[in-house]
């Protein structure tokens, strides 16, 4: 019994966050710079900052196969492979296989996964936007699904706390559906862009803009600037992205108050029937196996939607017999994505004296310019684009039949100036989209498969017919020629957006969290990574979370200190 009462306080902490990546990370930062004792979960291996990224200066001739693994390897990522990301020599070491941590697919669902500390936030493509105040009202305004339980206003102060310690790259533009950050200077528009932005603007009276992005365009809180290496999914040396690792791990651990435990993988959170709280978390060591219980006042469960979402729905008791925080039965459900890969490309005559320097770390962005006063379309929502223009290089070659002089001054002049464009748009939130635990079928660690049922709708697909027409018609307007379109929707899953499984709203019997990312009936467990979502909207989302999360964390800090938690 003695070794029993040892074990247990030397397991115990103030505050346990699971989960490293974007929002796991910004939870350790809050918690640990508010004097919080706090132990940090990480079901992968760890990382450190600069040490452990073996490619990140690797040039193309040191990597084997020309960055292509064995074809023996590839049946461990057959599901990540058929997306069409790179799972390569220079990556693989960031992408889980497939075959070690199986899930299932009622519906095609692509769920793409790195387990280690740092998680997708060293892989992630940056792009970082506030959503709008319409954002956080549309639900109840249309009757979609239930309403958020905040509004703009409460998070805006957060956006800016998060911005100013990421370091977001961009420019000001006033737009209500797009408020505006702390920005870092923008990166420049290359001349076509702007023959682009001028052309819509005259046409249409809609808005480019130059991606706004968490790469550093000057040196930051310690960070060094951006090198336009485009090989940011390697790890960045300098810091110049914002990741975990580079960013709120480091400024975490400074405090002193932080224990990082890779190799943890949580099986459930411990729940107490007589008070109503979490005692801590159960964890399955990935290494040896062992089952070891960790406690604390505040769990914050940052995971991934899907991770943090197969943990409550493992966390079953009396009072919970389907889920933790599962009263209202939506736990699971209401999984939402972001639907692209639809829009156009074009060639452009002219400009043949310009050219750009470096790899910029951003393309263009065009925000939403639909149904922002009411819906005039056919659908409700919007989207808006990402995309870029750039000068063929010497891969045109290749299957030219030129030789000798004729051949050099092909693959050493530049080609045409193209660009592309593609869509992202919102997909709403729908019961019937949702993943649950498959307990009679196990990962290589015993933890239960997650199932996929999840799928498209009819407003999704009406508005796919804009995203690809709208981007013929803008191409056209700026001059290109031979403008062809594409649609691909492929499954859920492909933007690696997941959201929505465990969404915050005002009625506890409608939802899972109310609107300071607690659960409902459990509230010293705080859920605040893309699982929370109650909407999607159609920009990137990770801006978002880091804000939740910090509001959250620094609420949760204050609530402990009053004694309330």
Not at 37 to 56: F, Q, S
Not at 194 to 206: M, P
Not at 280 to 306: C, Q
């Amino acid at each position: 019994m003695n070794l029993n009462l040892k074990a247990k306080k030397e397991n115990t902490y103030d505050a346990i966050v699971v989960g490293t990546g974007i929002s796991g990370g910004w939870a350790a930062k809050e918690l640990t710079e508010n004097g919080l004792n706090t132990l940090v979960l990480e079901r992968g291996r760890d990382v450190k900052h600069i040490e452990d990224y073996p490619t990140a200066t690797k040039d193309p001739w040191e990597l084997p196969r020309a960055d292509q693994i064995p074809y023996e390897e590839r049946k461990h990522y057959e599901k990540q492979m058929r997306t069409g990301y790179t799972i390569s020599e220079s990556l693989k070491h960031w992408w889980i296989k497939d075959t070690d941590q199986p899930y299932q697919e009622e519906k095609r669902f692509d769920w793409i996964r790195g387990y280690h500390v740092g998680g997708r936030s060293i892989m992630w493509g940056r792009q970082s936007y506030r959503l709008a105040p319409m954002d956080f009202e549309a639900n109840a305004k249309e009757g979609i699904a239930v309403d958020w339980p905040i509004r703009y206003d409460d998070i805006a102060d957060w956006y800016s706390h998060v911005e100013k310690f990421a370091g977001i790259s961009g420019e000001a533009l006033g737009l209500p559906q797009l408020p505006d950050s702390e920005f870092l200077p923008p990166w420049d528009l290359n001349c076509v862009e702007e023959e682009l932005r001028d052309a819509i603007d005259e046409t249409f009276g809609r808005v480019l803009t130059i991606g706004r992005a968490a790469n550093l365009s000057q040196a930051h809180n310690g960070r060094g600037t951006c090198m336009n290496r485009n090989l940011c999914s390697r790890g960045c040396p300098f810091g110049a992205y914002f990741s975990s690792n580079a960013a709120t791990l480091p400024a975490a651990a400074a405090t002193g108050n932080m224990t990082l435990r890779p190799h943890s993988i949580v099986n459930e959170v411990m729940y107490d029937e007589d008070s109503g709280k979490a005692t801590g978390v159960r964890v399955v060591d990935a290494e040896s196996g062992d089952v070891i219980e960790y406690y604390a006042n505040i769990v914050f469960l940052n995971a991934s939607t899907v991770g943090s979402t197969a943990i409550l729905m493992n966390s079953t008791s009396d009072r919970f017999p389907d889920g933790m925080g599962n009263d209202s039965g939506e736990l699971g459900h209401n999984m939402m994505d972001h639907h692209f890969r639809v829009g156009a490309n074009g060639e452009y005559d002219g400009h043949e004296d310009k050219y750009y320097w470096g790899r910029r770390p951003t393309g263009f962005y065009i925000p939403r310019y639909r149904n922002l006063n009411g819906n005039d379309r056919d659908y409700i929502r919007g989207f808006g684009y990402q995309g870029g223009a750039s000068r063929q290089g010497w891969h045109r070659g290749v299957r030219e039949l030129a030789i000798g002089s004729e051949l050099k001054n092909l693959v050493t002049t530049p080609g045409k100036w193209t660009m592309g464009m593609t869509a992202f748009g919102e997909m709403l939130p729908d019961h019937s989209n949702r993943m649950w635990l498959d307990h009679d079928n196990t990962d290589k660690w015993g933890q239960p498969q997650v199932v996929f049922d999840v799928e498209f709708k009819e407003n999704e697909f009406k508005m796919r017919e804009d995203m690809k027409n709208d981007a013929a018609e803008m191409l056209e307007a700026a001059g290109m020629k031979n403008v062809s379109t594409y649609d691909d929707p492929g499954g859920p899953g492909l933007g690696i957006h997941e959201m929505g499984t465990a969404r915050m709203g005002r009625d506890p019997n409608t939802s899972v969290l109310n609107e300071w990312n607690q659960i409902h009936a459990v509230p010293n467990v705080f859920v605040t990574d893309g699982s929370c979502m109650t909407s999607a909207a159609c920009q990137n989302p990770s801006l978002t979370y880091m804000a939740l999360t910090a509001r959250a964390a620094n609420y949760a800090a204050e609530e402990l200190k009053k004694g309330n938690l």
